[in-house]
T-cell receptor
Framework: AQKITQTQPGMFVQEKEAVTLDCTYDTSDQSYGLFWYKQPSSGEMIFLIYQGSYDEQNATEGRYSLNFQKARKSANLVISASQLGDSAMYFCAMRDGMDSSYKLIFGSGTRLLVRP | EAGVAQSPRYKIIEKRQSVAFWCNPISGHATLYWYQQILGQGPKLLIQFQNNGVVDDSQLPKDRFSAERLKGVDSTLKIQPAKLEDSAVYLC??????????????FGPGTRLTVL
């Protein structure tokens, strides 16, 4: 069955430093997509970055990069030069072709707190 | 481009009452999703529409929840009667394409429901 695991319930990082949020996934499908979303205290889910299973390069979007290790089934999010506004919940999610709906399966999230 | 709109943002009701949530997806997006996010967890898909047809409602408690997407645009999610365990944030998302592992979902601000 498809599954996303985020083992870090909470993390601290000093402002301007880099931080890595862990995500491992489980699927038997060869074609799948991995996503990271940010959820501030206001509640909306903000799309950050996407990695396709066939993409050879790690995805990058500004200060966000995805460390994709296919053999290990991990898709860690790296945030460089942390800012106070990065304090939020971060969710890793996956969708694959195991069922016709291609629904997103979310992990339980990691709460990141950026210290000034 | 306007994002996904949802209303109301907050709702407080007594158990056994009914409630309805409204969602307007991003213009031109074919797929629409309703998620339930219980406090401390990642979102869980309730129902997915492709235009105005249902693709996946396997996790929708159909004895009390109903949803429709008329004319393939706006959608309404209803709960009748509500239970205490329905207290959650209800998120609406839309996607541009008709499925596929790489179709990014964009979320609205959510409706926070409290059932007393």
């Amino acid at each position: 069955a498809q599954k996303i695991t985020q083992t870090q319930p909470g993390m601290f990082v000093q402002e301007k430093e880099a931080v890595t949020l862990d995500c491992t996934y489980d699927t038997s499908d060869q074609s799948y997509g991995l996503f990271w979303y940010k959820q501030p205290s206001s509640g909306e889910m903000i799309f950050l970055i996407y990695q396709g299973s066939y993409d050879e390069q790690n995805a990058t979007e500004g200060r966000y990069s995805l460390n994709f290790q296919k053999a290990r089934k991990s898709a860690n999010l790296v945030i460089s030069a942390s800012q106070l506004g990065d304090s939020a919940m971060y969710f890793c999610a996956m969708r694959d072709g195991m069922d016709s709906s291609y629904k997103l399966i979310f992990g339980s999230g990691t709460r990141l707190l950026v210290r000034p | 481009e306007a994002g996904v709109a949802q209303s109301p943002r907050y709702k407080i009701i007594e158990k056994r009452q009914s409630v309805a949530f409204w969602c307007n997806p991003i213009s031109g997006h074919a797929t629409l999703y309703w998620y339930q996010q219980i406090l401390g967890q990642g979102p869980k898909l309730l129902i997915q529409f492709q235009n105005n047809g249902v693709v996946d409602d396997s996790q929708l408690p159909k004895d009390r929840f109903s949803a429709e997407r008329l004319k393939g645009v706006d959608s309404t999610l209803k709960i009748q009667p509500a239970k205490l365990e329905d207290s959650a944030v209800y998120l609406c998302a839309s996607g541009k394409y008709d499925g596929g592992a790489g179709d990014t979902q964009y979320f609205g601000p959510g409706t926070r429901l409290t059932v007393l």
